[in-house]
């Protein structure tokens, strides 16, 4: 093929230019934040990690980045400066999972001294102080580290009783409140899981509480690393991707780095081959089962659903659902508990109707849909790295087949 | 004069919890109250859905209980049903319960309540020689115990103390007199804390081995599991095997003799009874050892009055809610299956407090036999111990012998943490057995996984009531043509977290404060210490069932 053809060279003078912008975000990172209380390099070596580890490591993240070979040592670079990062962890209507599944992430193993090293400045789960003394330590790293720490969010925010439904610290702030003061004062802020990003349990029908994401409640822009709980490695991944650029990933019309969620769970399942060649489990424990054979017809919602869970699997990558016989609930996606119930049916008798066929379709359809976010979604990015702040987002947008 | 202090955020728990307590005038605490602060609904989000999806709807009251109330639903469900899961069904739950035993008392002791008993800063002072000397003398093979590593962790700690970053340590209690281990003690549990880190991976992974991931696994049906290809997969026993005995090692080199070291150190605290609390324990029982659940490894039952001389049969009927105190509407005890209740909230009073009392948590108050209940660790512990269960006992006496405490010691904070270290220990030895029982049924030919079964359309009711880590949980279901109309869950939390009842009883958590005395009243150490005993768990506490849901919105807040 030939090389020199100007589309060649259009994509060569981008990728240099996305390099030259990722070096001087690079800099300006190792000049700015507050530097690491470990040293990276000594962590790995420490952990038994060797050289060449780290070196697959930064081969197998850039690409679940999607960025080409070349951006290997600024990946290896922007994990050095991984834990420079000042991270803020609030949590409001939710159930710690999150938390859990951020701590005992170990996939891949680099992943695993990233999350430990992390500067986290406030993590109630975790923290040693109580009381008057944690309160003070949220106000003291908000103030300290403003407009440069990153705030994660886990549990969704209850509207009803003005709030009421949750109140922290000894004012009884309610959660929007708290939830108003931090962000207000964030880089960036990260939703961790699907309660966060889209409301979730709280707010499946008839919503008690009116529960909803933080983006819809406070009118701000969030990523959103949907899942319940996500893999932690979609955190990692999102949070590199800031160090290296500055800003947040690409991401699709719900908010979710497309890196991480541009891809139907059924697209790169292990059963696929079952689906296609039609050998499907008709009930638990059957021959099927026993052979692994495609779950659709036990109710896997992975036709339905985006997420690199079938790609990078939970746990230090033992298993995920569909490999414990079980199908794909779902979890990635808005509304999932009323959209995808019940959830032991196939859909096509659940509610959104149609037969068999309806995978391909709905597939396609939602397929538009992510694609046409995506563009709008870097055309907003854009709009924000160049200063400009725009309050609202469609990220908390009705899920609609 | 009284002083009214408020903790809250109460920290290394799941949730959000608020403690008030009233000190007088020598710090001691003379009154308590226990309030969440918020919440979700779950159960009114149940109303009027297929009941097999109730299971995973209710795995997310929780993320730390994680499994837990899948089980129990799912158990409530198949009594409903009137299905029994198949052998290999029951081992494999069991299985997948052990692994969350395992790994979530680790956490705790470590990561949630080690920091209790345990002063970071005071390690850095240790003398790392004396330090292996010194975790020698409790146990043969320390783990990860060796002067260099030692040294290790203090030039870790001391980079992390120089940075001046103390992240989650920050603006702690570091030095409060309450601290009462040598530094030689507290470098040993603080290296062991970072060793459970790396461990809790690993019990996550054998949870997934069967389960699909952790937390928040996806294996259970009713009428059994799915992970029929797991449990033939000798490969996939093994690699769950070979996990265990990893977690073996913690549990044997680490987490036991750390607790017994710690108990040496605190002893005062355990003669005195410190942080005991109300005086009934109570066990639904939990693991069953056959399809029946008649032999169980925790066994079901009452201790009332803390008279271990007359253990009592557990009577399902006697179990009661009622919200008199709680932000719900009505006040009369009533027992789960009938549970309705509407949320009134009314806030707090014009200084920020509790209003003690009226209402004030939403947290409902489940008593038995009309009076208030711990559950957990400790509970089982007593009520196995009153039943003259060997292996508790034997568990029970060795620790009391080596700690030279008398028996009434296990009614203290410190008893509740030592019965949790025991318990671990029970399970995790019990497990590889549970392993091999699979295979041996396997080998006869039997592959079963599941119990076909069907949602009933007659109206049906079940209950499953089970021994998570945290203590006895119950879920209660009502099925109507074909979908839930009532669901209630009463678990571990609400028991202990209970605020008062009609009569004016005083839930465990509060109970627990009374008496105890403040080294620093500006510093909490001493209530979190015993509240963390209890391990509390706030998100699974709160849920409850209302009937006219859309009307909820429109209460007034005070």
């Not at chain 2, 949730?15 to 226990?34: K, M, P, Q, T, Y």
């Not at chain 2, 080690?114 to 010194?134: Q, R």
């Not at chain 2, 995790?428 to 076909?452: F, M, Q, S, Y």
């Amino acid at each position: 093929m030939d090389k020199n053809t100007e589309y060649h060279s259009l994509i060569k003078k981008q990728y240099r230019e996305l390099m030259e912008h990722c070096r001087i975000q690079l800099d300006k990172t190792e000049r700015e934040l507050p530097p690491a209380r470990e040293d990276f390099y000594s962590s790995l070596k420490e952990r038994g990690i060797s050289r060449r580890d780290f070196l697959k490591w930064t081969s197998f993240m850039t690409a679940a980045l999607m960025l080409p070979p070349i951006f290997r040592p600024m990946v290896a670079k922007a994990a050095e400066n991984f834990s420079r990062i000042p991270v803020v962890w609030l949590q409001f209507a939710e159930c710690t999972g999150c938390s859990e599944a951020f701590l005992r992430s170990s996939y891949p193993n680099v992943d695993d001294i990233l999350l430990e090293t992390i500067s986290l400045e406030y993590h109630e789960t975790l923290m040693a102080a109580s009381g008057i003394q944690a309160e003070q330590n949220l106000e003291k790293a908000v103030h300290d580290f403003a407009g440069k720490f990153i705030c994660v969010i886990e549990g969704s925010l209850p509207r009803g009783l003005n709030g009421k439904y949750l109140t922290l610290g000894s004012k009884g702030k309610t959660g929007i409140e708290v939830a108003k003061e931090v962000t207000s004062k964030a880089a960036a802020v990260i939703c961790m899981g699907s309660c966060s990003s889209f409301g979730n349990i709280p707010s499946a029908k008839p919503n008690p509480t009116d529960s909803v994401g933080i983006g819809k409640a406070l009118g701000i822009t969030t990523v959103n690393i949907a899942g319940c709980p996500p893999n932690a490695v979609n955190f990692t991944g999102t949070i590199l991707h800031y160090i290296m650029f500055g800003g947040l990933p690409p991401l699709d019309s719900l908010g979710r780095p497309v890196w991480a969620y541009g891809k139907r769970v059924h697209d790169f399942c292990e059963r696929r081959p079952h689906y296609d060649a039609a050998e499907f489990v008709e009930e638990w424990g059957d021959e099927g089962a026993k052979k692994g054979w495609c779950l659709y017809k036990m109710g896997c919602r992975g036709p339905y659903a985006y997420s690199n869970c079938s790609k990078v699997r939970f746990n230090d990558g033992i298993s995920w659902p569909v490999m414990a016989g079980h199908g794909c609930i779902g979890c990635t996606e808005p509304g999932f508990w009323d959209t995808m119930a019940s959830l032991e049916k196939p859909i096509h008798e659940a509610s959104i109707g149609g037969g068999e066929r309806t995978v391909d379709d709905i597939g396609i359809a939602l397929t538009a849909l992510t694609t046409a976010g995506v563009a709008a979604h870097a055309a907003f990015s854009a709009m924000r790295h160049s200063g400009k702040k725009k309050a609202g987002t469609s990220s908390d947008a009705d899920h609609k087949e | 004069m009284a002083k009214r202090i408020i903790v809250d955020p109460i920290t290394r728990i799941e949730g959000h919890l608020r403690i008030e307590v009233e000190v007088d005038s020598s710090n001691v605490i003379r009154d308590a109250w226990s309030s969440i602060t918020l919440w979700r609904g779950i159960e009114t989000i149940l109303k009027g859905r297929d009941p097999r999806d109730a299971g995973l709807i209710v795995q997310r009251f929780c993320g730390v209980c994680t499994f837990v109330h899948y089980e129990a639903s799912i158990l409530a469900c198949e009594d409903a049903f009137g299905v029994k899961p198949p052998p290999n069904a029951r081992i494999i739950r069991n299985l997948v319960n052990a692994s969350l035993f395992l790994t979530d008392h680790i956490m705790h002791f470590y990561h949630l309540h080690g920091l209790d008993w345990v002063d970071i800063v005071s390690a850095l002072s240790a003398d790392p020689k004396k330090a292996v000397e010194l975790a020698k003398s409790y146990c043969s093979e320390p783990y990860n115990c060796s002067e260099t590593h030692y040294k290790a962790v203090q030039q870790r700690l001391t980079k992390f103390v120089k940075s001046g970053r103390l992240g989650p340590f920050a603006n702690a209690y570091w030095g409060n007199p309450s601290y009462k281990l040598p530094p030689e003690a507290n470098l040993v549990i603080v290296s062991h804390y970072l060793d459970a880190l790396a461990v809790s991976k690993i019990g996550a992974q054998m949870m997934a081995i069967f389960g699909g991931k952790n937390p928040h696994p996806q294996n259970l049906v009713v009428g059994g599991v799915t992970s029929v290809m797991d449990a033939l997969d000798a490969e996939r026993l093994g690699q769950y095997l070979f996990r265990l005995k990893e977690m073996k090692k913690i549990i044997e080199n680490a987490y036991l003799p750390d607790v017994l070291m710690a108990a040496a150190y605190y002893k005062g605290e355990g003669s005195a009874g410190t942080g005991a609390g109300v005086k009934n324990y109570l066990s639904y029982g939990g693991f069953p050892l056959d399809d029946d659940w008649n032999n169980l490894l925790f066994p079901r039952g009452v201790v009332e009055g803390r008279n271990i001389a007359r253990p009592l049969k557990l009577d399902e009927d006697k179990i009661t809610e009622e919200a008199t105190h709680s932000w719900y509407k009505g006040s009369e005890p009533q027992h789960p299956y009938k549970g309705t209740t509407e949320p009134e909230y009314t806030g707090y009073d014009k200084d920020g407090h509790v209003k003690g009392d009226e209402k004030y948590s939403w947290c409902k108050a489940p008593r038995y036999n009309g009076k208030p209940y711990e559950v957990g660790p400790l509970a089982r512990f007593v009520v196995g111990y009153a039943q003259g269960d060997k292996a508790i006992k034997g568990l029970v006496d060795s620790a009391l012998k080596q700690t030279g405490l008398p028996v009434t010691a296990l009614f203290s904070t410190l008893g509740r943490t030592a019965a949790r270290a025991l318990e671990t220990k029970l399970v995790a030895d019990r497990t590889e057995g549970w392993v091999n029982e699979l295979v041996a049924n396997i080998k006869k030919g039997d592959t079963r996984t599941w119990t076909r079964c069907d949602v009933p359309s007659k109206p049906v009711q079940g209950r499953g009531l089970t021994e998570p880590p945290r203590g006895a949980l119950g879920h209660w279901i009502r099925i109507e043509n074909k979908v839930i109309s009532n669901y209630q869950a009463v678990v571990p939390s609400t028991w202990n977290c209970s605020p008062r009842d009609k009569a004016g009883q005083r839930g465990p958590y509060e109970e627990s404060l009374i008496g105890i005395k403040l080294a620093k009243v500006d510093q909490p150490l001493e209530i979190i210490r015993t509240i963390h005993s209890f391990d509390p768990c706030m998100a699974c506490a709160v849920h409850i069932i209302d009937p006219k849901s859309n009307e909820i919105r429109k209460y007034r807040v005070c």
